[in-house]
């Protein structure tokens, strides 16, 4: 109604301004990034563990002949239980071994746009759209990549692939001999045997730690932790799989050095 009309001035116009005006937002703090781990825990009876610090026959007998404090070598590290963590990031080299249950992620580019995730099903076999079955289990990542990679290129036109592992399977093993606390462990297949022996409490000081070793079928496969402690780095030490059985024998012969070397002790 023109009659009705109410003329405006400045002040009145700034008094609306400022009442209308919305208080400012803080910014929506993005998602943490969280990292994709697992922790294992030793075995319960296993943990504390107090065998390790405990001076054995072995020790008190070299120790008295010696006339010095001589303690086995090693059993500081490889004796005590402890919490092993498996990371699930990163790449997984292509020499790991595929099993059933491991995630394959599938990124399609190109004419043919998708992303899918599939499962290595119980036959050991990826099966992705209309493509035939791939046989998976038991074969490199490396390799399945390449062949699922051809089929893609064969199958749709112009489009390219990008394949990958997202998850990592669980395994079971056996831990048997001179562990403090023997039986099968839960671990993942980028987990490898030094990781089961801490999980089991570690090795007794009635154990080697020369003469461990790995069954796999009808392979023994020997591990040495003495080079291990030595060279610092466990690279060598392969990765575990289904079924593998890790065998902690007794002790063998040993030597007691003392005097001035760099590592006395009883080896």
Avoid: C
């Amino acid at each position: 109604n023109v009659a009705e009309a109410q003329t405006l001035g400045t002040s009145d116009i700034q008094s609306i301004l400022q009442g209308v005006q919305q208080p400012a937002t803080a910014p929506t703090p993005a998602p943490p990034v969280t990292s994709s781990t697992q922790t294992f825990a030793p075995a319960q009876s296993a943990a504390p563990s107090t065998s390790a610090s405990a001076p054995s026959g072995l020790e008190t007998q070299f120790s008295a002949r010696a006339g010095v404090p001589l303690k086995q070598f090693g059993y500081d590290i490889f004796g005590v239980a402890s919490s092993v963590t498996a990371s699930q990031l990163g790449a997984p080299q292509d020499s790991y071994i595929l099993g059933v249950g491991d995630q394959v992620q599938v990124i399609m580019v190109g004419h043919e746009n998708a992303t899918y995730t599939i499962t290595i099903d119980r036959d050991g076999r990826l099966i992705l759209l209309n493509l035939p079955p791939i046989a998976a289990a038991g074969r490199t990542l490396g390799e399945v990549r390449s062949e699922l990679s051809a089929r893609i290129a064969a199958q749709f036109l112009n489009t390219k692939s990008f394949i990958s592992l997202t998850t990592v399977r669980q395994i079971s093993v056996l831990v048997t001999g001179e562990v403090n606390q023997p039986g099968m462990r839960t671990l993942t297949a980028l987990n490898t045997a030094l990781d089961a022996l801490v999980l089991s409490g570690g090795i007794k000081k009635s154990g080697s730690l020369r003469g461990v070793y790995i069954v796999r079928g009808t392979r023994h496969i020997p591990l040495d932790i003495y080079a291990i402690i030595n060279h610092g780095t466990s690279n060598s030490v392969g990765a575990l799989t289904e079924g593998d059985r890790i065998v902690v024998p007794t002790i063998g012969r040993t030597v007691a050095i003392s005097g001035s070397v760099s590592h006395p002790g009883i080896f």
